[in-house]
Structure formats: C-alpha cells, structure tokens
C-alpha cells in the first residue's frame, strides 16, 4: 500500500509544499514588480533569471549529487530557495542588482527542487520490496496530483495573502491606489510566505533516510 511507504510519503509532503511555494512565487512576481519595484515590464526580466537558470544548473546539480547525494543536493536547494526568497523582502532599496541576484538564486534552487524529488521516486518505490515495482503507475499518478495540486495551490496562496491585506484588484486601464496594508501583503506574501513554506518543505524532507543509508553501505562497503 502506498500509505504504507513512509519514505514515498515524505517525498510526496516534501514536494506538495515546495510546488506550491514555486507557483506561489510565480504567480506573485507581477504584483511584486508592479506595486514593490514600480517597474511592471521588470516582470519579463526577473521572469528570465528565474527560469534560465535551469539550462545551466540542471546539470551541475547531478553531477553534484553525484558525489554529495540527492537528498544533501535537495535540501542545499531547499535553503537556497527560502533564501533567495527572503532577498527579495528588500525590494529595490539596494538597488535592482540584489534583485536579479535574489532572483537567479531562486532559478538555480528551483532547478535543484524540479529534479531530485522526482529521481528519488524511484529510489523510495524499490525500497518497499519488489512487490510495490508492480504498483508503480500508482505512484506516478499519486506524484502527479502532488505536483498538480501544488500547482493549482500556490497562486490562491497568494490570492489569500492579498485579500488578507486588502489588496483592491483594477480593471484594465485603472489605477488603484492600494493601502500600506495591501503593500505589505503584496511583499511578505511574495518573500515571508514562500521562505516558511520552503523551510517547512526542508524540515519533512530530512526524514527522508534512503540518500543517508546508500551513502553508509557504500562506505562499509
């Protein structure tokens, strides 16, 4: 049984609320450039470091696990994200270059987020026993409404945080003045919010043993 694989599950928590904070960040850095930077066409820019970044460090990050293991590899991207996150909570006061800095921090993480949870997969279906190889579409389709989820989940994530501030939405064409209230929850929802969830993501992932016991067989070994 699935529920039964605790290693799966960990995995599955661990990457629910990581794909939900990256969508969150996704669907947040409009309103970020828009009401923090007061540079909407930034939007394309930081939009860029976020996920070209993926081009380069996809394959740094294995050769990484390689040596170091998945899960170090994962929980190094893990910190990186809330980090870079955090960088953002200083808007543009230090100038724009910590921004794309803050924000190509994420790119690479995010890179890092995207590929071990899904190599581990397999890793935590073989540790069940043999029999569980025969249930693995049912775990692809577990995984899948995981990430989905995720998905669907960050951007009313943010969309709570906005409303909690009293964010006022514009048709096209207006301009809304928004309350110090609504700024604030424009910037922590798109900084404080992710870096919590990203770190409640790490902490579920360190009870994932599977990375920590190949590492202690190959050393006896």
């Given amino acids: 049984m699935l529920r ?10 661990s990457y629910l609320l990581a794909s939900t904070t990256t969508h969150l960040v ?9 009401y923090e930077l007061g540079r909407p066409g ?26 170091a293991g998945k899960q170090r590899c994962l929980l190094a991207a893990q910190s990186g994200f809330a980090l870079g996150a955090l960088g953002l909570a200083a808007g543009d006061r230090l100038g724009l270059a910590p921004v794309v800095a803050a924000t190509l921090l994420l790119g690479v993480s995010f890179a890092g987020i995207q590929l071990f949870p899904f190599s581990m997969v397999p890793d935590a279906i073989r540790e069940a026993g043999p029999g ?11 995984w899948t409404a995981t990430e989905a989820i995720g998905s669907a989940a960050g951007p009313y994530v943010y969309a709570g945080a906005l409303a909690l501030g009293g964010f006022v939405a514009s048709r096209a ?44 067989g190959r050393t006896a070994g």
């Fill in 132 to 142: 569980e190889l025969a249930r693995t579409g049912s775990y692809l389709g577990v």
């Fill in 4 to 13: 039964a694989n605790a290693h799966f599950r960990v995995l599955a928590a």
């Fill in 42 to 67: 930034f939007t394309t820019v930081l939009m860029a470091a976020f996920v070209a970044p993926a081009l380069i460090a996809t394959p740094l990050w294995f050769r990484l696990s390689r040596r």
């Fill in 26 to 34: 996704l669907a947040g850095l409009p309103y970020y450039t828009r």
């Fill in 173 to 216: 064409g207006d301009q809304v003045t928004q309350s110090a209230q609504a700024h604030s929850a424009i910037l922590t929802g798109f900084t404080v919010v992710p870096a919590a969830l990203m770190v409640v993501s790490l902490l579920l992932q360190l009870r994932y043993r599977l990375d920590a016991r190949a590492r202690s």
